[in-house]
């Protein structure tokens, strides 16, 4: 005999959960959390600053840990080794561990130089608006000053910044205090020192990248920024700063022959760079002298095996530097490559006309926006040629007038 239907149901219902459903809700995959990071809000990745806001702008918010920025140094080699230090300035003050190697220079002469950072620092200063007096029409401010043709037109925002707040900000007419630079840990790799302690090594590299790269290796593994090391103790990010590499002070003739001894070395470097940044909790900023580079296949390839590539022409020896267009300006920067992680596109800067310039205090980068009018230097020379003109057919006055508007 079956059993009644209410003595089933109140045993089933003893029996079964509240909650008998199979499906749970989904939740985000909680990120890592290290201070100095956050998450891009296109793909998702990981993001550090590079210390410049504007360059933080173009890369598509910051640097993606694990990747790796090419910096094309200019011909003098100083903006692009500021940009270096911009860098490692802002992993001491995010509390980051800094990875400094060279070939020309003491890595710890390179960290004496890091620009102070400003505390009370403001980003957007907003302009003062000029009060009104009570019988002065709202409507007539502009049509008095703005040609009517012009009124419509869109105003050019040539400086690049992001709406929310991301990185530092620092004073290059001051360095860094001792207190706050030696808080940081740091890991030097000097070659005339280090490579005679490394063991010589069967590789397609050469000897000095080969030491270098197994430098970092050790450090990478160490101190626990790899990937597979457990997650027993808090995670930080290691920077890694490279500077000046194929440069003739490492060893590499790449800027030296047109036909190089050594063509692949620094192909072979960056191939193992790339792969030791994948697997752990790492960013490299690698500054290279290409302008010393003849072959520009092989330059091509060492841009792709990076993730970012930049350019720095600067005007200092050129005809630009006194040219009037360029006075507000320093040099040009040029975007070669930006990364696509996670994502089937990357994110291109809308602007590819940018200029960067040195304030006496801050390293800006712009959109580069020339002046309608070419100074007052051209406007009196077309004043002095086209006087004469005019006075010849006998219409100087109205002639002159039209040109001082």
Not at 65 to 94: H, P
């Amino acid at each position: 005999m079956a059993a009644p239907l209410s003595s089933v149901s109140k045993t089933s219902a003893e029996r079964l959960p509240i909650n008998t459903t199979s499906f749970q809700k989904k939740t985000r995959s909680k990120l890592i959390s290290i201070p100095g990071t956050r998450p891009s809000v296109q793909n998702g990745q990981l993001l550090v600053s590079t210390g410049v806001t504007s360059l933080d702008y173009l890369l598509g918010g910051g640097l993606a840990v694990g990747t790796v920025l090419l910096i094309e140094e200019d011909r003098y080699d100083s903006y692009s080794r500021m940009i270096l230090k911009y860098f490692l300035a802002e992993g001491v003050v995010c509390r980051h561990e800094l990875f400094v190697a060279s070939a020309q220079d003491n890595p710890d002469d390179i960290l004496q130089e890091l620009p102070a950072p400003i505390l009370d620092d403001v980003a957007i200063h907003k302009p003062v608006e000029q009060p009104r007096l009570p019988c002065e029409p709202h409507g007539n401010l502009n049509a008095m000053n703005i040609a009517w043709r012009y009124q419509n037109l869109p105003k050019v925002q040539t400086a690049l910044a992001s709406s929310s707040r991301f990185g530092h900000y620092y004073d290059v007419s001051r360095t860094m205090e001792p207190e706050i630079r030696q808080a940081a840990k740091c890991h030097h790799f000097y070659l005339p020192e280090d490579l005679s302690q490394s063991s010589t090594t069967h590789s397609p590299m050469l000897e000095s990248y080969s030491a270098l790269l197994k430098s970092l290796q050790d450090v990478i593994h160490r101190e626990g920024f790899d990937l597979a090391a457990p997650m027993s103790k808090s995670r930080n990010i290691l920077r890694v700063g490279l500077h000046s590499l194929g440069s003739t002070l490492w060893g590499d003739d790449l800027s030296c022959h047109d036909n190089p001894k050594h063509r692949h070395a620094l192909t072979t470097f960056l191939y193992g760079l790339r792969a030791l940044m994948r697997s752990s909790l790492s960013v490299a900023v690698v500054t290279l002298p290409s302008h010393l580079i003849q072959d520009r296949a092989l330059m091509g390839s060492i841009t792709r095996l990076c993730d970012n590539a930049i350019a720095l022409e600067s005007f200092k020896g050129s005809e630009r530097e006194t040219n009037p267009l360029y006075k507000d300006y320093h040099g040009l920067l040029h975007v070669h490559q930006v990364p696509h992680l996670n994502c089937l596109a990357n994110q291109l800067p809308d602007h590819k006309d940018l200029a960067f310039k040195l304030k006496r205090k801050q390293f800006t980068i712009e959109r580069l926006h020339l002046p309608p009018d070419l100074s007052e230097t051209v406007s009196r020379v077309s004043r002095g040629e086209l006087a004469g003109a005019t006075s010849a057919c006998g219409s100087g006055t109205s002639g002159t007038k039209h040109l001082d508007f």
